[in-house]
């Protein structure tokens, strides 16, 4: 049964803030557990695999198998070093000296991510338990890392032994933190030029300068917002917000953005159909959909050639067409929509096609296909329930 205790902070105990006072077993009884950890041969094969600070643990939490990645981290040298220890006192965790008992025991350990995740996993041995934990380190000067604690519950033998490994997350918080920082002052930095050049655009004696500064500015922050929104949905941060769209405003929104866009240089784009209708949906993220397949059905066209943009429904869906006269070789068909695949050899990026079908399918819970014939050309075909 787990003892550990909930996670709301109490008034401090003589035994524990946290954690039970579970004791600690003897070198001894250690050293003996490990002969039988070893016996199983699987075990220390699995925990020394682990690309990261892993071992096993007796029920009182202490360490009785460690890999060479936690030996590393504790900044020693040998495994016999920290036999017998805590994660957290191996770590070098400065909380350890604030609780009673050590690692798992202080006020602070109630939100520590190893506590918790040792805690959960007596509740629940069937799964491991994954809890994010940031530890503030009592080396020389300061220092934190920040990991994912992993724990399940197995056994070795008649006793139950905790399967414990981090995984380091600091790299992945400092980038997502970055990544928010710089997405946020450079859309302010674009948006400010952006403004610029639609004033300058507004006098009288406008030049083709001016007018060409607009746009550029214009698909700035578009590809900004772009990059924005994908980072966001490849980390599953973004949420659709719902709203009726009328089609063919949506279109029109589509064409006003992407014919004077420099792909569009000697090409057209015509809309097609009936498009008296409207769906529910996102309005953002949608357009952004048809906007990468209309720029990309542009890049594929020849001089002289047009890109043509239609709709219409079928059953309880809206199926949204974008052709092109190009034909897709075979090789380029069958990895379409895998990320980072370009057709455009060195100077692609990859991800347009690829972030079509992560927007559409997993967002917007609708499908993208394709067909491509000598006599047809290339069209995209996105259906949406309506």
Do not use: W
């Amino acid at each position: 049964m787990n003892t550990c205790r909930s996670n709301e902070p109490e008034q401090p105990e003589s035994s524990t803030r946290y954690a039970p006072p579970v004791g600690r077993s003897e070198i001894e009884e250690l050293t003996k557990l490990l002969a039988a950890v070893r016996a199983e041969r699987l075990l220390p094969l699995v925990v020394e695999s682990i690309p990261g600070p892993a071992a096993i643990l007796n029920d009182q939490r202490q360490i009785v198998l460690v890999n060479d990645h936690l030996v590393r981290a504790s900044g020693k040298t040998r495994a016999e070093e920290i036999l017998g220890m805590r994660p957290g006192e191996a770590l070098g965790c400065e909380e350890v000296a604030r609780g009673p008992d050590g690692c798992g025991t202080s006020e602070a350990c109630v939100l520590c991510g190893v506590a918790n995740s040792l805690c959960e996993s007596l509740n629940y041995p069937e799964r491991p338990i994954t809890r994010e934990c940031r530890i503030s380190l009592d080396r020389q000067g300061f220092s934190a890392l920040e990991f994912e604690a992993v724990s399940s519950v197995t056994r070795v033998g008649d006793q139950s032994v905790h399967f414990f490994f981090l995984r380091d997350i600091s790299g992945e918080s400092r980038r997502r933190v970055f990544e928010r920082t710089f997405f946020h002052d450079i859309l302010n930095t674009a948006g400010g030029l952006r403004c610029l050049a639609e004033m300058m655009s507004q006098v009288d004696d406008v030049n083709e300068e001016q007018r060409l500064l607009l746009r550029v500015a214009e698909q700035l922050v578009e590809e900004i917002q772009f990059h924005r929104q994908l980072t966001s949905a490849e980390s599953g941060e973004l949420t659709c917000q719902l709203e009726d769209v009328s089609i063919k405003t949506l279109l029109d929104s589509v064409l006003g953005l992407y014919s004077k866009h420099s792909v569009a240089r000697g090409r057209t784009i015509v809309i097609e159909g009936n498009l008296d209708f409207s769906i529910k949906t996102d309005r953002v993220i949608l357009q952004r959909v048809l906007g990468n397949l209309a720029k990309n059905a542009l890049e594929a066209s020849p001089i002289g050639g047009s890109v043509r943009m239609s709709a219409r429904i079928e059953n309880n869906d809206v199926v949204l067409a974008i052709q092109n006269a190009g034909v897709m070789p075979k090789d380029v068909q069958l990895q379409l929509f895998k990320r980072s695949f370009s057709t455009k050899s060195k100077v692609g990026r990859g991800i347009g096609t690829y972030s079509v079908r992560l927007f559409v399918e997993q967002f917007l819970k609708g499908k993208v296909r394709f067909t491509t014939t000598q006599a047809d050309g290339t069209t995209f075909f996105v259906t949406i329930p309506r």
